[in-house]
């Protein structure tokens, strides 16, 4: 093993104490700079051990539990679960054994704890890679899961439940007019609704097109508000809710002069960070959307909200949020709502989306629009896109993604979409 491997692995044990110890959401930890010192193909491989340990975290556990009398420490606890997750993978065993063993072994809080590392995972590494396929899927907790059974029934939550476990393909968004070969070359393919998508996680800044901005990461579900939007050259639009930007991006591309705001000036920076690497432009804003005047041809806002729909390559959300957090998001998405409709001049247009997998979050905002937004009426052809399936639009009028969809080539994010016109 390489020193770099070790430093993954215990980076990767340090991420996973953030998630689980300290409820934080990955993407906080890593905003705030905890994989820095480590070189690009290091920070990816901690990223990904962490990302898919938590992904399999019950069957681990389940794995564990059979050479376990009590549950250790939660960092020898993580570190056994890291080992595992890799094992089943069918990593070498005397690696993976001998760098969990040096990591507890130089921790001086718990070095005492690494005979017990040696044993479990010596033991785990005869049977975890035969023993991984057999598990059960793992169920998604019950505040998110009952309403969802509610909402579509057993069998289709069993189906995303499938596909949060499988994980989630790199997807691309191609700047118009940009050349995909070298993309395709590396095994990148055409999805149905335009975006590309590549099966191999990896280093995504060392793949061809990267540097000259040719193209941003973007899962396919999360590309199709703007292209329902259907922004036009040289028109007004306000995006809300805008950082990181791949929608900004995507209305920039498409020519129109676009004002991107959002509340936080951190996830701006990643958002100036991705206009200058694809050579675009938009006016950016530093302020609360609801604190925002004017009159557009065209808002789009891409709502606060649970993230439910993003489980695949967000496995940790649920050992962080829960059931509390949806009724401050439902009733702050009512009020952008019903701001960003005084936002489109008459005529106009508002596309309101969410990565929820939540009616609450969704399918109910539509509802509560319809009845309460002066003049808004659901425009349904307008989402009928190239990959659509007809029984994705809900009788309101609303797009309906879910990560079971496109069950053969890889599913998608879950995403609720709708677009309003406003009467002239
Ligand atoms: C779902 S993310 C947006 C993703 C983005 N549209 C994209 O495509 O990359 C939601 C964003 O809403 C921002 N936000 C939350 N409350 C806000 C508010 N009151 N006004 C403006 N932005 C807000 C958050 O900072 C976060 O960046």
Redesign the pocket.
Known sequence: MTEGGKSARRAALDLLGQVLGERRLLGDVLGSGALDALPPPERARAQRLAVETLRGLDRADHLLAAHLRRPPPLRVRNALRLGTVELAGGAAAHGVVNAYVGIIGTDRAHARLKGLVNAVLRRVAGTASAAWAGLPVPRMAGWLRDPLVAAWGAPAVAAMERAHLAGAPLDITLKPGAASDDLMAQGAHLLPNGSLRIGTAGQVSALPGYESGAWWVQDAA?SMPVRVLDPRAGESVLD????????TLQLAAAGAEVTA????EA?LGRLRANLARTGLRADIRA????AESGAYDAVLL????SATGTLRRHPDLPHVRDADAIAPLVALQER?IDHAWTLVRPGGRLVFCT?SLLSAEGEAQLERALATLPGAAADRAALMRPGVEPGWITPPGGLRLRPDYWPDIGGMDGFFIARLNRAT
């Open positions: 999360a809300l809710c805008a950082a990181p930007g791949g929608k705001v959002d509340i936080s996830r302020n609360d959307a609801l891409d709502a606060p909200c952008l990565c």
